[in-house]
């Protein structure tokens, strides 16, 4: 099975940056259709930027757009989130999710906490 972990959560005020990374345990990026999503409290999981297979087409939620940017390294199994000008509103739990267009099954990593606060 494919396994995932994010990592590069963290504390930071607001305007600051973080990036942060997920490991997959295989080489297949190409694969699949990748997707940051993250989970605040009392709201719903929601999905913030996405990359497709093969040519790797990026969208973003409008939330973010402008501020974040992902991006992948196939050859060393990472996927990142770049984010920039972050806000109190960007505190969540943060997964990277990995979406078979073979299967259609779907691969999430545990997590890694964000928190934006003054």
């Known amino acids: 099975q494919l396994q995932l972990v994010e990592s590069g959560g963290g504390l930071v005020q607001p305007g600051g940056s973080l990036t942060l990374s997920c490991t997959a345990s295989e080489r297949a990026l190409d694969d699949y259709t990748i997707t940051w999503f993250r989970q605040a409290p009392g709201k719903e999981r929601e999905g913030v930027a996405c990359?497709?297979?093969?040519?790797?087409?990026?969208n973003y939620a409008d939330s973010v757009k402008g501020r974040f940017n992902i991006s992948r390294d196939n050859a060393k199994n990472l996927v990142y989130l770049q984010m920039s000008s972050l806000k109190p509103e960007d505190t969540a739990v943060y997964y990277c999710?990995?979406?078979?267009?073979?299967?259609?099954?779907?691969?999430w990593g545990q997590g890694t906490q964000v928190t934006v606060s003054s």
């Open positions: 999710n990995l979406h078979s267009v073979w299967s259609r099954l779907d691969y």
């Open positions: 990359i497709s297979n093969f040519v790797g087409i990026v």
